[in-house]
């Protein structure tokens, strides 16, 4: 029966061989040649195998076409006789406001690491943030020279955020502020510390292992789910204070489900399936003007019309009333909002959170790096989408491992284009803090609407991680 098996699947494979020779037809003849020698080799080489060893099992058989199978498919797919497989999936992004109580305790932690840079670039940051009815807590560990008031640096920033009076949530002139701040554990600041060392000789921060991506579906290499739920959840914030609603509160969310066509690892978004959206807002607001305005004053300005048909589904404020908001309505925490924090479930995660953190940990500025990494290989045409990884030992200047995937739209194959990263790009946990310029207060503006693709800030020349590096390859 084995041998009954593999003659009627090497007959299959040879007639692959005749078809592939079929379709070839359409390139040129030299492919023609290729791929009846490779369909013949590997079948030949596979009958060669079995009448050299007639103990085979029937295992190793089928392993052994499985093998055939696949490098023909390879073999098509590389001379474009191939006709990929058009699948159709929907994808869906969400994001939160500044006033957001996880994004609330983000911004006061990022508020305190540009506040320590301010005064000391050597500073090492590691504060968190927690907040709930009526107060605030800052905790963590800090070595800094810098000295100023942390109250006061916290208070501003959450008057900015818009708490101002105590029916929105919080009122920044009256919740109770607790300061846990500590220094950093003298044995991790002696690994660390950088201070005297040369840059090449810093070592990373913690171990850990982060990510980088990128993709072509939009003009800043962003997913399209993840921009549009970022960019929507920025409208509602800017028409807040300026003016043009103000019976909208600090709090809010946004999600957006794009249908997507996929092809290979090509991307097309073919329309918006739904968009949520729920914000805090005034008692006095009605549910009808609220959809009535959020309709006209965010979502057209934010959504392209082609994407948007009459099938398309809006959910405004899908659960009624809003009114009750920021953290008196949910406890915040610094880091829980990794995902809106990158790419909207799109590539990968190490799961390290940024806000609070200083550069020395490469939680924060490696991912960073990665994402420049992979939006120079998608800005150079080296892919359409492109997945970048690195690993760290706490204390070690070298990346421990470096590694890519364009998701079979490269236009060379990934170990090259591996090798273009390590011409291009210093991994070092000193060295890519210098390069990015990560030594200065301007983590603050990242900690709300995307550390990545600049949604809200689409010329800030402080998000160095989102200008593509030119390339030599």
Known sequence: QPVTMFARNARTAAASGARLLSTSAKTASNNSALVGAAAAAVVGGCVMATEASPAQNASSLMSMLSSINEKVSNIEKAIGAADEPTEVFMFTSESVNEGHPDKLADQVSDTIVDACFAQDPDSHVACETCTGTKFLMIFGEITTNAVFDYEAKVRQTVKEIGFDAPEKGLDYKTFKFINNIHAQSVEINASVSGRGQKPEEVGAGDQGHMFGYASNETPELMPLTHSLATGL?????????????????????????????????????????????STQHDPAYTQAKLKEDLMEYVIKPCVPADLIDANTIFHINPSGLFTIGGPEGDGGLTGRKIIIDTYGGWGAHGGGAFSGKDPTKVDRSAAYYCRWIAKSLVAAGLAERALVQVSYAIGVPEPLSVFVDTYGTGARPDPEILQIIHDNFDMRAGMLVRELDMLKPKYKKTAAYGHFGNCARPADPDFTWEVPKKLKF
């Open 233 to 277: 959840g920025y409208q509602l914030t800017k028409v807040r204070k300026n003016g043009v609603l103000p019976l909208l509160r600090p709090d809010g969310k946004t999600q957006v489900t794009i249908e997507y066509e996929k092809k290979g690892g090509s991307l097309k978004p073919k329309r918006v399936h739904t968009i949520v959206i």
